[in-house]
């Protein structure tokens, strides 16, 4: 017992000379840039953008339903679930760590010298192994287990993000495909009206026939374009299948908004109204993306690993205790049995480890100062993004009010065109031209918009949305 004894005031005189600083916990001490978003537009504000949730940034109920069904059954999303399970697990283990080890080892001998009858012994003992944590390592160990679980639950907010923005990208891209085909629809309509009026003048002689082949050449590209965009949309479907995890299937959606009533509809005004465009200050970012977040927690781990590696140049502690029924005493065998107790305190001190334990603490030193400038480059790689998405948000919408005016002035100068032509004050190429720049500068405002709500679903996902 006194030995016992002295085993501890070893480890005890140990852990004070040389063991400071094992248990100290994990402060994030990287430097971030000052500057992280850069020059950019947006209004500051106490509250970001990302604080909304994704229900309340997206208030199309058909989004809101395709998002929900994309939540619950995709298959990446169901791995990062599973992820996380795993390293509650792993988390478990590592907290009963502190607890000891029990075993039953029963065993049973029979034993016969020189053709005498056989002896029958056996031992039913209680193993009770236990490692005294003095120099840390299992609070190490367990810490950084939880930097492990926080990794995965945030690489589940991540992938969560990903995908809420993945299906918002592709609903919206089907409202513009939608869009596009009213334009080509309504041109088609238009245009061959045009081309009706151009062959009756034809039939009359006041028009040759090249203006007619000119005209259907051109009525023909919009039938083909028609042809075209029927297509994208039944690709964008079967894109938004797969993430949801269904069977190809039509996909029911609102109606784009038009150019005149684009300020009143829900998620799109967020790229003209300033309040949405509130990014607050660069530590909320921080608070709010999931990248960002899973960067710190792997420098936690990264420096609890350490402390583990730092704690293997201590003695190890190690208290085993065995107890029970046996009919074994030394050399004699008695019967009945009787019960043993045997307690043994052990300290292991490395000497010589053929350099393992040094190397392995200096990978995870390594690794640790790998990490930080990882995590410095994220938040760079962050602010980039939030500064990429403000400009595209910026853009369309001081291209939105240009688009719009030469909408109007083409539309004007198309039915004007089209009023000489039937007078015959104007040719074919006049009407050709008015028809074709009129098309063009539809789609492109279609475009613009689109290119609008995508940089602000962007913005949204940059600053962090889309996790709650």
Known sequence: MKRLSNIFLAAAIGFMLTGC???????????????????????????????????????DPLLQQLIEQVLAN????????????????????AKLAYLPSLYLAPQGTLASFDKSDFSKTYTLPLQLSMDVDV?????????????????????EEATRSNLISAVVQQYYLLLLLDRQMDILTQTDSLWNASLETQKALYENGKAYSTAVNQLESSY??????????RRSIRSTENALCKLLGVTP????????????????????????????????????MLEQRPDI???????????????????????????????????????MVIDPGKTFLNIVGSLTQPIFAQGKIKANYKINQLTEENLKKKYVQTVIDAGNQVNEAMA???AAREKHDYYHRQVEV?????????????????????VLTAQENLLSAQLSEASNLYKGAQAIIALYIALGGGTK
């Open 21 to 59: 600083g094992l248990y100290n916990k994990y402060e994030n001490k990287v430097e971030a840039p000052a500057e992280v978003f850069g020059q950019v537009a947006g209004t500051a504000g106490d509250t970001s953008l990302a604080q909304m949730s994704w229900r309340e940034f997206f208030t």
């Open 135 to 155: 120099f840390g390592s299992i609070t190490s160990k367990k810490r950084a287990a939880k930097a492990v679980l926080l990794q995965a639950q945030l690489g």
């Open 74 to 93: 995709n298959t990446d999303l169901n791995a990062a679930r599973i992820a996380v399970e795993k390293s509650e697990v792993s988390l478990k283990a």
């Open 410 to 430: 083409l539309h004007e100068a198309y039915i004007g065109t089209h009023e000489l032509m039937d007078n015959g004050k104007a040719s074919y190429l006049e």
């Open 293 to 331: 977040r899973m960067a710190n927690a792997a420098m936690e781990e990264a420096f609890y690993n350490t402390q583990t590696a730092r704690a293997a140049f201590f003695p190890t502690i190690t208290l085993t205790a065995q107890g029970g029924w046996t009919n074994s005493a030394g050399s």
């Open 249 to 284: 299937q039509p996909i029911a959606r609102s109606h784009w908004a038009t150019a005149a009533d684009y300020h009143t509809s829900t998620a799109n005004q967020r790229m003209f109204d300033n309040q949405y465009l509130r990014l607050g200050v660069p530590a909320q």
């Open 220 to 229: 023909l590209s919009v039938k083909t374009q028609i042809v075209d965009t």
């Open 392 to 394: 595209d948000c910026e």
